[in-house]
């Protein structure tokens, strides 16, 4: 199928779409959490595209004479809270009003992940030993924006690519470290999740649950796989450019660009690696035009050389 030059050309805008949508969803995983709370549902930007939801409203520790509900949030003064949400890059916590969760606080982006297991632990939730809590958050994050930096470079030598082949190679690298970047969340996403609804519930006598972030975990696992379809075609794309111009000299993409005409500069052509231009009458050879008073007979025998040329197989030539 990419034998043809014009399939390559048309392939190029198709993984470039594909490319703007690994980047577009990328941002909005980044995005998700953020933004300001004081609306009328108390939920900031995206709430529902978080990795996982932990619901804490059930639980109740009593410590001397005071009973408390909820586990507390020691990055906003140690408040009990009724829900914590984990998203790529921050997390949230607030207060359930019936069926309805409300945020009152959300973590500075990229700066403060979930990392709240040390004091939980001391109001009788151990998910110390769980080490995953304190590493999948954090490799979330730069799986993310490693998809987000390398598909955005993968755009933009893509665009390149048109005019330039070392591009195309650079696409085609850059867009499998953004495969790798995406998958690494995906997967670090659905590891956490997986883990935090078997340990937390018996961790907290089941009291605590953990809920999945399915639109996360759906589009993140799409998203990635695109993100290997598009590195696998820009490898493709760029492995037969390769072998055009070992073979030809040039890309097929410059190739179909020239005009096909005479010389050997800007407007020649190749077949396979041989250079022709079409014969052009000179001065000399139109000169015959004023001797004569017909114009449709010019002898450019005697001006030119006798080999035959490419483009000429059925020309004449005496035999003396």
Request: glycine share 10%; charged share 20%.
């Amino acid at each position: 199928m990419l034998r043809n030059c014009s399939c390559t050309i048309l392939l190029l805008p198709v993984v470039l779409l594909m490319q703007v949508a690994v980047l577009s969803s990328g941002i909005i995983f980044l995005l998700a959490g953020t933004g300001g709370i004081d609306n009328a549902e108390h939920l900031p930007k995206l709430s529902g595209v978080y990795v996982a939801l932990i619901d804490t409203a059930k639980y109740e520790t009593t410590a001397g004479k005071e009973k408390y509900h909820g586990l507390p949030d020691s990055h906003d003064y140690s408040k009990p809270k009724d829900f914590f949400a984990i998203f790529p890059a921050l997390y949230c916590s607030g207060k359930k009003n019936g069926d309805k969760y409300e945020a009152d606080y959300c973590s500075p982006w990229g700066k403060q992940l979930f990392d709240l297991q040390w004091l939980w632990r001391v109001w009788g939730v151990d998910l110390v030993e769980k080490n995953y809590i304190a590493s999948y958050p954090t490799l979330i994050f730069a799986g993310v924006m490693t998809a987000v930096v390398a598909a955005a470079v993968a755009l933009a030598c893509g665009a390149l690519s048109f005019c330039f082949y070392w591009s195309m190679v650079l696409a085609a690298l850059v867009s499998w470290v953004s495969a790798i970047g995406m998958l690494l969340a995906a997967a670090a996403g659905h590891m956490l999740t997986n883990k935090l609804v078997a340990d937390i519930s018996s961790a907290s006598s089941g009291s605590v649950s953990a809920q999945w972030g399915d639109t996360f975990a759906r589009v993140a696992w799409v998203v990635g796989g695109l993100a290997v379809a598009a590195a696998a075609l820009w490898a493709l794309i760029a492995v037969r450019e390769h072998r055009v111009r070992v073979r030809t000299g040039r890309s097929r993409i410059a190739a179909r660009r020239d005009r096909r005409g005479g010389g050997d500069g800007p407007s020649a052509f190749r077949v396979r690696g041989a250079s022709y231009k079409h014969l052009s009458v000179g001065k000399d050879e139109m000169a015959g035009l004023h001797d004569h008073g017909y114009a449709s007979h010019v002898d450019l025998v005697g001006v030119r050389a006798r080999t035959p040329s490419p483009f000429e197989p059925m020309r004449h030539v005496n035999v003396e």
